[in-house]
């Protein structure tokens, strides 16, 4: 069992810190751990141990924050406890989230902010307008790089009747990336909806997807084709989510992504979400199975999680199987390769910090395609990626403040391009030269059409307590503000509800009798609206 390093994590029993192993074992990647008081835990890390370590080869030590809300020594930091930021925190925030509300107009069993956690949890939690501008203007105060994408998060934000005006704010506040977590449906009952959330400064819409069957997208299934041609109306992106869980849509993976690809011209992006166990999936009950059609045998819940526990590379090599090799599990990278181009960024503008990806490599990953007449082509089978990113390191040790330096850096560019890039493999539309040579310019538009030509497919796989890595919740990169000014990562937040989540919805909600009595309304009516 070779040892791949040591970290901490969670007993999943009590929550307590407990030190672990990351091992390799049977070519897969497990984590080992033992609780004085609950015994020994072993679980699935990466199921490709092979992969594990090339995803290592693209981290990174990002540059953290030099006004974090808490400051304490690390030596001393009971990491994840007292997530604020704190001085241990070794990445800034690259997309803020604002969890608008915990109401919602649907009751996924799979969801860790579902209504059965409201009404166990006994609060309604809406922030007024004034806590979020305060949130808001907290991720803008981070330095060394001020947070500029927001996404506006639940429960279901569309029902908050303030909601455009929110996002007109964040608009209006310098954020330049402005994301709608949502699942779509009130895109399909109100066909102006999206027009206007486009106008008021929404970039994308970050839409729940679980497939393309009913069977395995009962949420929004029906909607879909409205909130499609809705959108396309309004001219207003799309992002597919889907919460990937084993044995239950694994089997339409490669559907997803053509139907994202066949829609290419709405459809922006495909994130898949391997599902985290926490919330109402952590105890999903025997009755649900049922009614999913799993009538087999009562299974506990540390047999019902290993069953339908899914990672990075597993998504990977089902696509690859699925694709019939068209999507190679190798054309994927983790997500914190792009580092390389966001130092060019930074060198161009004359050190100037930008965004950095510096979360864990193994945090998340991702791949662009393209289409090119009917085929579907993965960026891997035209450009060596890896000599990409070579190439940018260089680049960006080179003189970019003067019209000189940038000149030989432009040339030196596409000098290195020719010798990395197949063009004759290339789709017709593909110009990676001209978007980096816009980077270079200064040109803040320079790879949106480059993003725009293509589509990307990404996974960031969120921790639970039996896969959690302290290691890497300290360099998330996704974080939720609060209404107390802290800004907190998202697998604190979420896989340690009782300290965060349902605490902070407790301390700034409202009893959900006084909120009902309040309002005149009952939590259940949104679900009458659909």
């Known amino acids: 069992m070779p040892l791949l390093r040591m970290t901490r994590s969670l007993c999943p029993k009590c929550l307590k810190i ?33 992969e594990y370590l090339r995803a290592s080869a693209h981290a990174y030590e990002g540059k953290g924050v030099s006004n974090p809300a808490i400051k304490i020594d690390s030596a001393k930091v009971a990491c994840p406890y007292n997530c604020g930021l704190c001085t241990a925190h070794k990445s800034h925030t690259i997309l803020g989230n604002i969890f608008v509300t915990n109401r919602c ?51 279901e934000p569309t029902i908050r009747d303030d909601m455009l005006d929110i996002v007109k704010k964040s608009a209006s506040m310098g954020f330049k990336h402005i994301q709608l977590n949502t699942n779509g449906i009130m895109f399909a009952l109100e066909p102006d909806l999206p027009r206007k959330y486009r106008e008021a400064g929404v970039n994308i819409v970050y839409m729940s997807f679980d497939g393309i069957s009913e069977k395995t997208n009962p949420k929004n299934h029906k909607y879909i084709p409205q909130i499609m ?48 166990f926490v919330g109402t999936m952590n105890s999903s009950s025997d009755e649900e199975e049922r009614k999913r059609g799993n009538s087999g045998s009562r299974l506990s819940n540390e047999e019902r999680r290993k069953r339908q526990r899914i990672t990075i590379t597993d998504l990977e090599k089902k696509l690859e199987e699925q694709s019939n090799g068209t999507i190679p599990a190798s054309s994927f990278y983790p997500a914190s390769c792009v580092v390389p181009v966001s130092k060019l960024a930074s060198k161009a503008l004359g050190g100037v910090p930008v965004p950095e990806f510096t979360c864990d490599p193994h945090c998340g990953a991702a791949t662009y395609i393209f289409k090119d007449g009917d085929r579907i082509i993965p960026i891997t089978s035209f450009v060596d ?57 200064k040109k803040n538009d320079a790879l949106v059409k480059f993003h ?4 990307m497919i990404g996974a960031m796989h969120f921790m639970d307590p039996y896969n959690y890595d302290v290691d890497r919740v300290q360099r998330c990169v996704i974080h939720y503000a609060v209404p107390d000014g802290r800004i907190i990562p998202f697998c604190a937040f979420n896989a340690l509800p009782g300290i ?11 009893p959900i009798s006084d909120w009902e009595k309040t309002t ?10 659909i």
């Open 18 to 50: 407990i030190n672990a192993s990351v091992i390799e074992e049977g070519g897969k990647v497990w984590l080992d751990k033992s609780c004085d008081a609950h015994g020994n835990f072993r679980e699935l890390y990466w199921s490709d141990a092979k």
């Open 105 to 155: 107009n649907k009751r996924c069993w799979y969801c860790f902010a579902g209504i059965d956690n409201i009404k166990k949890n006994g609060f309604v939690y809406e922030p007024s307008f004034e806590q979020i501008t305060a949130m808001l203007q907290t991720l803008r105060n981070e330095q060394p790089v001020p947070t500029d994408a927001v996404q506006f998060t639940g429960g």
């Open 229 to 276: 041609e809705n959108c396309r109306k309004a001219g207003l992106p799309l992002t597919l989510v889907p919460t990937l869980i084993n044995t239950v849509n694994d089997n339409e993976i490669w559907k997803i992504v053509k139907f994202a690809a066949d829609n290419n011209d709405i459809i922006r992006s495909v994130n898949f979400q391997p599902v985290s």
């Open 385 to 441: 990626v890896d000599a990409f990113f070579r190439l940018m390191n260089e680049i960006s040790a080179e003189d970019l403040e003067t019209t000189i330096g940038k000149t030989k850096a432009i040339a030196r560019l596409y000098l290195g391009l020719g010798k990395i890039v197949k063009k004759e493999s290339a789709p017709k539309n593909f110009d990676l030269a001209g978007a980096l040579t816009g980077v270079i310019m």
């Open 452 to 455: 725009w030509d293509s589509l």
């Open 500 to 510: 965060y989540r349902e605490k902070i919805n407790k301390e700034f909600g409202t």
């Open 520 to 529: 005149g309304k009952k939590l259940d009516d949104d679900l009458k609206r």
